[in-house]
């Protein structure tokens, strides 16, 4: 028999976490999977073994807080699992999880999937190149094993991440050549209006302004209005070449560390598919979720980033929101109970997408990562360039599930995470129809590698 | 390529990596371990094989597949070291073992 609980919770960050810690203190039987071997997410990864003496003041207070959520849910009832992987999700609230040796099925009344977010794929000329990374993956380098990389370090892209991570990494004592950023003079004045609104979150905008005085204190010069980047090297990263105010600039760097911001982890929602609607400021997908975080799918709630981009301290309460409507349709509270209690935490998460606007104007993704130039590589596992789509869109692929046809662009182990989004809008664009016209790929389980072996040591169901 | 910037607490384990003997803490994954090792590559590509590298760290990308322990398209990235690991780069597309 497969096992049978109230809810399964799939990620540990702090959407995961808040949502298992109260669902289970109302009494229900929660089972939190998590492909990491500690609870966190990335936002908060590695926040109980993370070394605070050398690198708490680096990683700063907003990443040390995260131990308390952590905290909280190692002290709830809630079965903890993890290096858990799931890989299929069904909607009468099933699924299917390995440890990594055996795997299983199980049933939840309900799901909340709180996946959280990805870093938007950045692709440009030359960032399939060995020393070419994502920003994220350089703080993950610092929080998971107190690394920084070692020589020249570009930092290239938008938003909040980017500078953070330029802080953090400066304090660690990484040597950056460059900060450059595609943030143009236009792109604040389009944000200005948003401004008195976004005071009400206003927490943000004063670190916001504190992360980019303390980079200017040290000297450095953020280059902004940055467009045309490219990495070129010999199999590995030795030169970024970009342009600013028409003048082309080379610099030597051996990391070059990619961001333009974050995006919703849809490979869950898309392999039960649920509605999904584009979000044209940040030109994403994102499920279609009530203020409960429930999809079309009754069984499946999204808590945090996967249901929308807005950061951590709104997943967690997202997470108890959430956590609170699966209660209540679980019947162990009523309408009126769920609502005094969430009535607090619905006001604070207003409060805290209040910034959004103003940062959705201001760090988009560029248009030209939106919209790479033919010669960029797009499916990095098939090796599919924008060139090669656009050939096969004059040659009559419709969508990204023709594509597939014609080139196995999204068929490789990623499934289409890095080349998704990018696929949808050079089609579009060839194309001259919107991205909603477009679609996106229709995924389908396992949507993590799992072995035979795996499968084969599986008992009967 | 990284640089470890604090001692390890801890303790450590031995992995092999592609014939190199690495002495790494117990805690980090296999993808932490070799970017501080190798400024080189953990992957070919299955078309033209080209050589890839770590990108996101989060198990997103699959750049950091390899073959750990004998078995095939393991995300380094999501694989914690342990004592007499034996890790090989991924080279090309997969082939049923014999």
């Known amino acids: 028999m497969s096992e049978s609980i109230d809810l399964a919770v799939i990620g540990a960050g702090p959407a995961g976490l808040a949502a298992a810690t109260t669902a289970s203190e109302h009494g229900l039987s929660v089972v939190l999977f998590d492909e990491q071997p500690a609870p966190g997410g990335q936002i908060f990864r590695n926040i109980e073994g993370v070394d605070r003496a050398t690198m708490g003041d680096t990683l700063g207070e907003d990443y040390l807080k995260g131990g308390t959520i952590a905290e909280a849910f190692r002290k709830s009832s809630a079965d903890y699992r993890p290096s858990a992987t799931v890989w299929r999700v069904d909607p009468d609230g099933s699924l299917a999880w390995t440890d990594g040796t055996t795997a299983r099925i199980l049933k939840a009344r309900r799901i909340i999937a709180a996946t959280g977010a990805i870093e938007r794929p950045v692709p440009i000329p030359g960032w399939t190149l060995s020393g070419v990374m994502a920003a994220g993956a350089a703080q993950i380098l610092m929080k998971t094993a107190s690394m920084v990389p070692d020589g020249p370090t570009v930092i290239a892209g938008n938003g909040p991440l980017l500078y953070l991570v330029a802080n953090q990494l400066f304090k660690a004592g990484a040597e950056i050549a460059a900060i450059l950023e595609t943030t143009r003079f236009r792109d604040y004045l389009a944000a200005i209006p948003h401004a008195p609104a976004a005071l009400r979150a206003n927490e943000y905008l004063s670190k916001g302004a504190r992360m980019m005085q303390h980079l200017r204190n040290k000297g450095f010069r953020i280059q902004s209005a940055v467009s045309n980047i490219r990495a070129t090297g010999d199999g590995t990263l030795q030169k970024v070449i970009y342009t600013a105010n028409t003048t082309e600039i080379e610099v030597k760097a051996n990391t070059l560390l990619l961001h333009q911001g974050v995006i919703p982890n849809v490979q869950i929602t898309r392999q039960v598919n649920a509605n999904h609607e584009w979000y044209a400021p940040q030109r994403y997908w994102r499920p279609v979720t009530d203020e409960w975080g429930t999809t079309s799918v009754e069984t499946l709630a999204i808590a945090g980033d996967g249901a929308g981009i807005l950061g951590a301290e709104a997943a967690e309460v997202a997470g108890h929101l959430a956590a609170l409507e699966t209660v209540k349709r679980l019947g162990k509270i009523d309408e009126i109970d769920r609502d005094v209690q969430a009535g607090p935490l619905l006001r604070e998460h207003n409060r805290l997408a209040s910034i959004r606007p103003l940062l959705d104007k201001l760090y988009h993704p560029s248009a030209e990562i939106l919209v790479p130039p033919d010669e960029t590589t797009v499916c990095r596992c098939e090796e599919v360039t924008a060139g090669d789509i656009r050939q096969c869109v004059a040659e009559g692929a419709t969508g990204p599930n023709q594509l597939k046809a014609y080139t196995r662009c999204g068929m490789g182990p990623c499934q289409g995470r890095m080349c998704g989004l990018t696929v949808s809008e050079v089609i579009a664009d060839a194309r001259d129809k919107p991205v909603e016209e477009i679609g996106y790929y229709r995924l389908r389980p396992p949507i993590k590698p799992v072995t035979l072996g795996e499968l084969a040591a599986m008992e009967d169901t | ?98």
């Open chain 2, 1 to 98: 390529m990284y640089r470890r910037i604090t001692d390890p607490k801890g303790g450590m384990v031995a992995i092999h990596f592609e014939g190199q003997r690495l002495q790494v803490p117990a805690n980090e994954t296999v993808a932490a371990a070799i970017l501080a090792a190798t400024p080189g590559y953990t992957r070919t590509t299955v078309v033209s094989g080209d050589k890839r590298a770590p990108y996101c760290m989060m198990g997103t990308c699959f750049e950091c597949s390899m073959e750990i322990d004998g078995v095939q398209n393991r995300q380094a990235c999501m694989t914690t070291v342990a004592d007499g690991m034996i890790v090989k780069r991924q080279m090309g597309k997969r082939e049923m073992p014999e």
